[in-house]
């Protein structure tokens, strides 16, 4: 056994760890000029509020800052010990937390997937905000149908949501984790809510997991844009 998974063991690091993490990304949000799109946002959400938050995986660092003092939010972290690294460091920024994760099989009586869902329709039962990673692990930028049975199940609807600094540093791993760097610019884009009805079938769930995938596609696009200084038509590109 490595070092490293050793380590990463022992409650002592992960607090640790998480409480270092949690330091930088205030640092970077201190140190960074904000923008957010639409202007009018918080407005829009708060008429429907709670709602679903959906975010792409490695694309969730600077999440935590979108969450206003009055507001209660929670968020689904995975069981793996980095997992509890990002559940101390988003407790640690104000989040609640709720651990579990999906499953690229589309089960939900693995990694904890049932008590997770059951525990996030219960949080939004509490006028609680669910924030949840759209794409399951290990295949990014592709919605899965959790998020949307989730929607189905709660009557909330889903906000795609992407945030994005103009210096970064992304890695090399399946889901292109984006470490954001002090000393730029931030960009949080809303995109179109999904409003998913309680009736709909498998079909229609395909359609708006579709739409999910989509509309955070659009949003994490226009996020960079902003932030890279490029015209609409760039982004597009």
């Given at each position: ?68 003092p ?21 407790e ?21 997937g ?63 984790t ?29 359609a ?14 226009r ?15």
């Amino acid at each position: 056994m490595s070092v490293w998974r050793t380590m990463a063991r022992q409650r002592w690091f992960q607090v640790g760890l998480g409480s270092l993490v949690a330091a930088y990304l205030r640092l970077v949000a201190r140190t960074t000029r904000s923008v957010m799109e639409p202007a009018d946002a918080y407005t829009r959400v708060d008429a429907d509020w709670p709602v679903i938050l959906a975010i792409w995986h490695g694309q969730h660092f600077m999440g935590p800052f979108l969450r206003r003092p009055k507001d209660r939010a929670t968020v689904l972290v995975s069981r793996h010990r980095d997992g509890e690294i990002n559940a101390i460091a988003a407790e640690k920024l104000g989040m609640e937390t709720i651990r579990g994760s999906g499953d690229t099989g589309g089960r939900f009586d693995r990694k904890g997937g049932v008590g997770a869902f059951q525990a996030m329709r219960n949080a939004l039962r509490e006028n609680v905000t669910v924030v949840q990673t759209a794409d399951v692990p290990k295949i990014a930028r592709v919605a899965g149908l959790g998020i949307v049975m989730l929607a189905r199940a709660s009557g909330r609807p889903i906000y795609p949501v992407a945030v994005a600094t103009s210096r970064r540093y992304v890695v090399g791993n399946w889901d292109r984790t984006t470490v954001n760097l002090p000393f730029g610019r931030r960009a949080a884009v809303w995109g179109e809510p999904v409003r998913v009805p309680s009736d709909a079938d498998d079909a229609a769930l395909e359609a708006y997991r579709r739409q999910v995938e989509e509309n955070l596609n659009v949003a994490t696009a226009r996020a960079y844009a902003i932030v890279d200084r490029k015209t609409e038509t760039e982004s597009r590109g």
